[in-house]
């Protein structure tokens, strides 16, 4: 199988968010898409091991930031190489909450969502869960940050947990 082939999908990068009992959660995703629109909903992979899945799982809600492509790398480095079980990943950065109370991103994002979890699906490692869009809004004009931008152009690498991870060698992704 050539591995290569999947550099060649198209993603974005978002931060999904949660709160459950006082404690804000977040991590780096490439997988959100929209997979409705009347309702819409927004569906995303998580691993199985990742805190803020057990957030979202707990709490029923989630909000989710499209990073726009001017964003610094180092929110990305935080929020996806670093644990939310012992990391305040919003800490020194702006952001609000939502209608749930979950933090979103307000600087270095372009848009943002808040969704009520409808449907989870096991795929293995990861769960993909389906969230019905509560709220929306464009944060900015930006652009919105692609994967491929920022492998290419930020040299930006991917988190073991990521459904994107290659191994320790990703420089052909």
């Given at each position: ?69 001017d964003a610094d790398i180092r929110i990305i480095g935080t929020f996806g190489f670093r644990s939310s079980r012992d990391t305040d990943k919003f ?82 992704n």
């Amino acid at each position: 199988m050539d591995r290569k082939a999947f550099g060649k999908l198209s993603y974005g990068i978002y931060i999904v968010s949660a709160a459950y009992e006082g404690k804000d959660s977040g991590c780096v995703v490439n997988t959100l898409q929209q997979v409705t629109s009347d309702p819409a909903k927004l569906s995303v992979a998580l691993n199985k091991d990742n805190f803020t899945l057990g957030q979202i799982e707990k709490s029923g809600r989630f909000a989710a930031a499209a990073l726009s492509r001017d964003a610094d790398i180092r929110i990305i480095g935080t929020f996806g190489f670093r644990s939310s079980r012992d990391t305040d990943k919003f800490a020194g950065l702006a952001f609000l909450r939502d209608e749930n109370g979950i933090p979103f991103l307000t600087e270095q994002a372009v848009a943002r969502f808040s969704c009520r979890l409808t449907q989870e699906l096991d795929v293995g490692t990861h769960v993909i869960i389906v969230g019905e869009v509560t709220q929306a809004e464009v944060l900015s004009d930006g652009e919105p940050l692609t994967y491929s931008y920022y492998r290419q152009v930020k040299k930006g690498t991917t988190p073991k947990n990521a459904p994107s991870y290659q191994g320790r060698d990703q420089s052909d992704n």
